[in-house]
C-alpha cells in the first residue's frame, strides 16, 4: 500500500474535547457526549485559520506539519538487472 499526499497542503481545525471519552459497559464501545469532536474544518493557509479562530473567539495552537522523509521508489525497482543482491523466489 502506497500513502497519497491528498489533502497534505490544508490547514485544520479541531476541537479540544470538553469531556473525556467514556466505555459503554455492554459492549465495550467507547462514546464521548462532546459534539464539537466531530467537526473539522480545513483551511487552504494557515493565515485564513488563525483568522477564522480569531474572528469568532477560540483558542488556537499552531502545530506546524513534520518534514516527512520518504523514499520514492517503485515496484519495479525489484527487478531491475543491476541490483547489488539478486532478487529471488
Known sequence: MQSGTARTGQWVLEFEPSQPRSI?????????GDMKRQ???R???????IAYAEKNGIAYRVEKPKKTSRRVISYAENFRYDRKVPWTH
Request: glycine fraction near 6%; aromatic fraction near 10%.
Open 24 to 32: 459503554e459497559p455492554l459492549m465495550g464501545y467507547t462514546s464521548s
Open 43 to 49: 483551511f487552504d493557509t494557515e493565515e485564513a485559520a
Open 39 to 41: 467537526i473539522r474544518l
